[in-house]
């Protein structure tokens, strides 16, 4: 008797071998994306003599502020601190599949949520997570 279907045993030998569970780790490991925060760098203590510190957001009359003026925050001398997230994207997008009850679920989803502000989105693509930059 004569097959009329295609074998897909190998298919699914990836698929078992690369998913995803609370006590495996993920097979590749992919490099981090860098998160930056501008953070304002201190004086130092030589220059503190010399140097007047202003605050930084202006206080703005309630006249102005009823026209819908706001203050906008700036910094003074930005430096970038790295930020890391606490998992990684294959974990992320496996605990998002996990029951609401269970601690990993809202570890990913607030990984999740940090990546949503940064406009990045996860992606499965053939297997394997893939960031995804929005404009």
């Known amino acids: 008797m004569t097959k ?21 780790e993920p ?4 490099p981090e994306v860098q ?5 304002e760098k201190e004086i130092d203590e030589e220059i503190k003599p010399h140097v007047k510190i202003r605050p930084e957001t202006i206080k ?10 706001q203050a906008v925050e700036t910094t003074n001398f930005p430096q970038h ?16 599949k ?3 009850d269970s601690s990993i679920r809202w570890l990913a989803t607030l990984a ?5 502000k940064a406009h990045i989105a996860l992606k499965m693509v053939h297997g394997k997570v893939v960031r995804v930059f929005k404009k």
């Open 60 to 69: 703005i009359p309630p006249e102005i502020k009823k026209l819908g003026v």
């Open 98 to 100: 996990q029951p609401p």
């Open 4 to 24: 009329n279907y295609t074998p897909i045993d190998d298919l699914i030998k990836k698929q078992t071998s690369t998913s995803l569970s609370k006590e495996t």
């Open 35 to 39: 998160i930056q925060e501008v953070v």
């Open 81 to 96: 601190q790295v930020i890391k997230l606490p998992l990684s994207d294959e974990k992320i997008l496996a605990g998002l």
């Open 27 to 30: 097979l590749l490991k992919k």
């Open 112 to 116: 999740w949520y940090i990546l949503q």
